[in-house]
């Protein structure tokens, strides 16, 4: 079955400093791929997406491109702010049938000043 | 209303207690889904309704859990006789139509928070 798989957190950066987060996903055919973010004490929010090979989904200075030869969909950002604490999620849904999404297990970014 | 609701946003109950949980989807969103984010599991899809009627409801984990959705709108989860394990926090989503080869947007709720004693 398809599945997705996130580096562990949690990732701890200052201010300023440049974020990866890494995620490989395994599915038949080609997916869409998500970026999903939670806020302390809030709801998931989408936060980007690419529907087809070498898509960048890109916002709020977060990117992620999707790479078919690699099954990877890393997110990354030049600069990050106390505010982007939070947990991530990588997710994919297949484009065929409904679009039930299969997430992976997030990880924590804690940023500090 | 502008985005998913859900109630309870809290619900603590007792072992053995049945409980509901509500969703009420974005207007005009045909496609309402249920998932559950628990500490030890992650993020699990659990029922997936078109309409009124649920095609998907492979992720229900005992026959204990039940849902269903009227009018093409409100949805409602029922957990019966409630263990300890069930005690996460349970997310609604919904997106605006199926098909067309390309997958939707979800749009999710706050979420229920269930604690079961």
């Known amino acids: 079955g398809d599945s997705v798989t996130q580096m562990e957190g949690p990732v701890t950066l200052s201010e300023e400093a440049f974020l990866t987060i890494n995620c490989t996903y395994t599915?038949?055919?080609?997916?869409?791929l998500f970026w999903y973010v939670q806020y302390p004490g809030e709801g998931l929010q989408l936060l980007l997406k690419?529907?087809?090979?070498?898509d960048k989904g890109s916002n709020k200075g977060f990117e992620a491109t999707y790479r078919k030869e690699t099954t990877s969909f890393h997110l990354e950002k030049g600069s990050v702010q106390v505010s982007d604490s939070a947990v991530y999620f990588c997710a994919l849904s297949p484009n065929s049938g409904y679009s039930t999404l299969t997430f992976g297990k997030g990880t924590m970014l804690l940023v500090s000043p | 209303g502008a985005g998913v609701s859900q109630s309870p946003s809290n619900k603590v109950t007792e072992k053995g207690k049945d409980v509901e949980l509500r969703c009420d989807p974005i207007?005009?969103?045909?496609?309402l889904y249920w998932y559950r984010q628990s500490l030890g599991q992650g993020l699990e899809f659990l029922i997936y309704f078109q309409g009124n009627s649920a095609p998907d409801k492979s992720g229900l984990p005992s026959d204990r859990f039940s849902a269903e959705r009227t009018g093409g709108s409100v949805s409602t989860l029922t957990i019966q006789r409630t263990q300890q394990e069930d005690s996460a926090v349970y997310l609604c989503?919904?997106?605006?139509?199926?098909?067309?080869?390309?997958?939707?947007?979800?749009?999710f709720g706050p979420g229920t928070r269930l604690t079961v004693l």
């Open positions: 989503a919904s997106t605006l139509k199926i098909g067309g080869g390309m997958s939707d947007t979800q749009y």
């Open positions: 207007s005009g969103h045909t496609a």
């Open positions: 690419a529907t087809k090979a070498d």
């Open positions: 599915a038949t055919g080609y997916p869409s």
